[in-house]
């Protein structure tokens, strides 16, 4: 018995003869292909002697289909669509899902994102996705893999990584700190940037200013944010005097965007930062985003103790 496949006609020719078929034009076809008129006009002429029959009717500047080339053109259109979208389909399920990594707004936008772009420099081929959200989101319910968390130990559920501590301290723009940081009453005649959030009160200045013996003297002015990378972008424009998350910060320290009241800093014994990972077996592109998350804390924890151990 003889094999049908064999019979039936290329499929770059019968995709040159619908492009020309829908658009009524060799030349607009060629533009639709990114081929070259010459192309298109010998795939149609190789089909037409294929199937020993004209499939267009052609005068100088116009094609027409023949009785012949509208049969034809009725079956191979709708089935070249349904092709496209079957390849299309399979093609997406193939494509890698992308490592879903949550923090709250602050750790994403100050820590996170700024050293991301080295892990998609050395993997194009995994994508990332920030979920970033000030509430503590469910792994397994919201589609998570992995979670970057701020909380006390007893609040990081089995499994939990410490990636490093907190140590806070004053900071404010380097024009600001030289005002500000002269002497503890110098604080009281700038800005405070405070913190809109109940998280420990080591964020907040009450706390600094009691432990300073200012916390019944007032400000020259407090503004108040429910975001911390807010709050640190307003710093970092010479608005006021922050409570810096150190970990958080130091690559600004370090090229001098902010300075730090480092002989005033503060190691929080209470709440650190935890890797959360997804319950269940892990993609290979999920421990391949852990494993450098585990390796930037590792260097952020390192300088971290550089810039502690100096000033203690």
Request: a negative charge; hydrophobic letters at 55%; glycine letters at 6%.
């Given at each position: 018995m003889q094999n049908r496949l064999v019979s039936l006609p290329p499929l770059d020719a019968l995709r040159g003869f619908v492009a020309a078929a829908r658009r009524m034009s060799i030349t607009a076809a060629a533009d639709d292909l990114c081929l070259t008129q010459s192309a298109v006009s010998r795939q149609i002429q190789?089909?037409?002697?294929?199937?020993g029959t004209p499939l267009f009717t052609r005068s100088n500047r116009s094609i027409a289909l023949t009785a012949a080339g509208e049969q034809?053109?009725?079956?191979?259109?709708?089935?070249?669509?349904?092709?496209a979208d079957l390849a299309e389909s399979l093609r997406q399920d193939q494509r890698v899902r992308p490592v879903t990594v949550s923090a709250s707004m602050g750790v994403a936008s100050l820590w996170l994102l700024p050293r991301l772009g080295g892990f998609q420099s050395a993997h194009p081929h995994i994508d990332v996705r920030v979920a970033t959200s000030n509430r503590v989101l469910d792994l397994e319910r919201d589609g998570i893999d992995l979670a970057i968390r701020y909380s006390p130990a007893s609040h990081a559920t089995q499994g939990g990584q410490l990636l490093f501590d907190e140590v806070v301290a004053p900071v404010a723009s380097p024009v600001v700190a030289a005002r500000a940081f002269r002497k503890p009453e110098a604080l009281l005649q700038h800005v405070?940037?405070?913190?809109?959030?109940?998280?420990?009160?080591?964020?907040?200045?009450?706390?600094?200013l009691q432990e300073q013996g200012l916390e019944r003297r007032k400000p020259k002015g407090r503004l108040h944010f429910n975001h911390y990378d807010q709050l640190i972008h307003a710093a970092l424009g010479?608005?006021?005097?922050?409570?810096?998350?150190?970990?958080?910060?130091?690559?600004?320290?370090?090229?001098?965007?902010?300075?730090?009241?480092?002989?005033?800093?503060?190691?929080v014994d209470d709440y650190r930062y935890w890797l959360m990972e997804a319950p269940g077996a892990q993609r290979a592109e999920?421990?391949?985003?852990?494993?450098?998350?585990?390796?930037?804390?590792?260097?952020?924890?390192?300088?971290?103790?550089?810039?502690?151990?100096?000033?203690?």
């Open positions: 190789a089909l037409e002697e294929r199937l034809l053109f009725q079956l191979a259109s709708p089935w070249m669509d349904r092709l405070l940037l405070d913190l809109d959030d109940k998280v420990g009160p080591w964020l907040h200045w009450e706390y600094w010479g608005h006021g005097v922050a409570v810096g998350r150190l970990p958080l910060l130091l690559p600004m320290l370090k090229d001098g965007r902010l300075a730090a009241r480092m002989d005033q800093c503060l190691q999920v421990a391949a985003f852990r494993d450098w998350l585990v390796q930037q804390a590792a260097l952020t924890a390192q300088e971290l103790a550089q810039a502690y151990g100096a000033m203690a």
